[in-house]
C-alpha cells in the first residue's frame, strides 16, 4: 500500500490492524482518509487512525 510509512513501529502497527481487524481494513473511507491524509506525517496517521476512528468505523472496516 502506498501509504509512506517507513518507522518500524507504524509498519508493525499497520501489519498488527491487517492481521486483527482484516486484511482491507484500510478500505474502510475514514481509515483511508486518514491513512491518506498528506497533512500528517506518514508515521503519525497510525496514531491518528487510534485516536480518532470510532468502534462503529473499526466493526465496518471488519467487514471490508
Same mark, same amino acid.
Given at each position: ?5 517507513? +518507522? *518500524? ?6 501489519v498488527?490492524?491487517?492481521? *486483527? $481487524? +482484516? #486484511?482491507?481494513?484500510? #478500505? #474502510? ?7 491518506a491524509?498528506?497533512? $500528517?506525517?506518514?508515521? =503519525? ?5 487510534? =485516536? *480518532? $476512528? ?5 466493526? *465496518?472496516?471488519?467487514?471490508?
Amino acid at each position: 500500500r502506498h501509504y509512506e510509512l517507513t +518507522g *518500524e513501529s507504524s509498519i508493525i502497527a499497520f501489519v498488527a490492524l491487517t492481521l *486483527e $481487524v +482484516g #486484511q482491507n481494513f484500510d #478500505q #474502510q473511507p475514514r481509515i483511508r482518509s486518514i491513512l491518506a491524509d498528506k497533512s $500528517v506525517a506518514p508515521n =503519525q496517521r497510525i496514531d491518528a487512525l487510534i =485516536q *480518532e $476512528v470510532s468502534p462503529d468505523e473499526w466493526e *465496518e472496516a471488519a467487514r471490508c
